[in-house]
């Protein structure tokens, strides 16, 4: 009577990134900070004056990056408490889909436990549908919807442009986002990204990878069918001192997003546009540099110039990566960014795992944390 059945795609095998939403204490001051700091531009505003009573949110941009920061205006609702409870910090993982509903169900089959259902928001701009789930520790995904949608950002924000006369660092998109969960905990989450969105998994270390005398983890990344969206997990795993995961997972009371990698297309003048703005990067010790063109071979920059700025170089049999990671962004040791530039690898920098843990723990030493 009929043909075949195609396979059906999997409502989640055409993703992208849409905006990360960050919970915290003042989102005015928080804007100030990632404006001056990291070049964004505010292009939307949330709060009373456009109709939200509770809460004030503010949309920066920058290229493809798309970062809301948000700050309840109660003393005891669920943004406050989270923030009580984990200091500032990523709320939401928001993921562009074609199809909310789709997404959502396909999600809710595969186990997750849903916060919102497919949600139909309507302005003079046009129609915006959004589905939530939860994820690790109080860590959201939205499914976003907006292919009817023609405002700035969604129902509920307007327009409202501003910058400040800092560097423009030329941050363009989201590489990958990185989650840390409990001990012993990675592998249930790397199922869940198999069950739930239909990943797969991209690249494995182990803790003799990714270890230092003194402290160590072991990590998987997840990542959809055109490598898009890639979420890297990490649990602890035992050294002779605390690991940085457990470092984190103290100081954020649980799992949570542990840092989101920054695509640039010119790493040098990026982390001299940031550090004139401000920004603080970890150091790297001198000797890393001494070693370095043994370890990677050619590359099109300059070693004086990686080893003035602190940059990061790793290779793998597709190409070569630059990387560099900045101090916390609040003053827990929780959340921090990375820098990096592709060419041509895929990696995550897994050959300069030890020479940054070992700049981690000079840190973690500072704060009596080791
Ligand atoms: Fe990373």
Not at 194 to 214: C, H, K, N, P, W
Request: glycine content about 8%; charged content about 25%; hydrophobic content about 40%.
């Amino acid at each position: 009577m009929s043909t075949a059945a195609q396979p059906q795609a999997h409502p989640l095998a055409q993703i992208d990134w849409d905006h990360v939403e960050f919970y915290v204490g003042n989102a005015k001051q928080a804007a100030h900070f990632y404006m001056s700091a990291f070049g964004f531009e505010q292009l939307a505003y949330a709060g009373p004056e456009t109709g939200i009573k509770d809460r004030v949110s503010y949309l920066l941009a920058q290229n493809d990056l798309r970062f809301v920061l948000t700050s309840s205006l109660r003393p005891d609702d669920a943004i406050t408490e989270q923030v009580r409870l984990h200091g500032d910090g990523v709320k939401d993982v928001a993921i562009l889909v074609q199809d909310a509903r789709a997404a959502w169900k396909a999600a809710c089959d595969g186990g997750a436990r849903s916060l919102l259902e497919p949600t139909v928001l309507k302005d003079a701009d046009g129609t915006f549908i959004r589905a939530t789930i939860a994820t690790y520790g109080d860590t959201v995904h939205s499914f976003i919807q907006r292919d009817g949608y023609r405002g700035v950002f969604a129902p509920g924000f307007v327009e409202e442009r501003k910058s400040l006369p800092s560097r423009k660092p030329g941050l363009r998109a989201i590489d990958h986002c990185v989650g840390n969960v409990g001990w012993g905990e990675m592998d249930q989450w790397g199922d869940f990204y198999a069950r739930v969105f239909g990943f797969s998994q991209l690249v494995s270390f182990d803790d003799q990878d990714i270890s230092t005398e003194y402290t160590a983890l072991r990590s998987k990344v997840m990542t959809d069918p055109r490598h898009r969206v890639k979420f890297p997990i990490n649990e602890p795993a035992q050294g002779k001192k605390k690991s940085q995961i457990e470092e984190y997972l103290d100081f954020y009371h649980g799992a949570g997003v542990q840092h989101i990698a920054i695509r640039t297309d010119d790493i040098a003048e990026t982390i001299r546009s940031l550090s004139a703005n401000g920004v603080e990067f970890l150091d790297t010790p001198d000797s890393y540099y001494d070693m370095l063109a043994e370890r990677v071979g050619r590359i099109d920059e300059a070693i004086e110039t990686l080893r003035e700025l602190r940059i990061l170089v790793d290779r793998d049999d597709q190409g070569y990566m630059l990387q560099i990671f900045t101090k916390p962004l609040q003053d827990r040791p929780t959340l921090f960014f990375e820098i990096i530039q592709r060419k041509g690898s895929l990696s995550f920098g897994k050959g300069n795992f030890k020479a940054l843990f070992v700049s981690i723990e000079r840190e973690q030493e500072k704060r009596g944390t080791l």
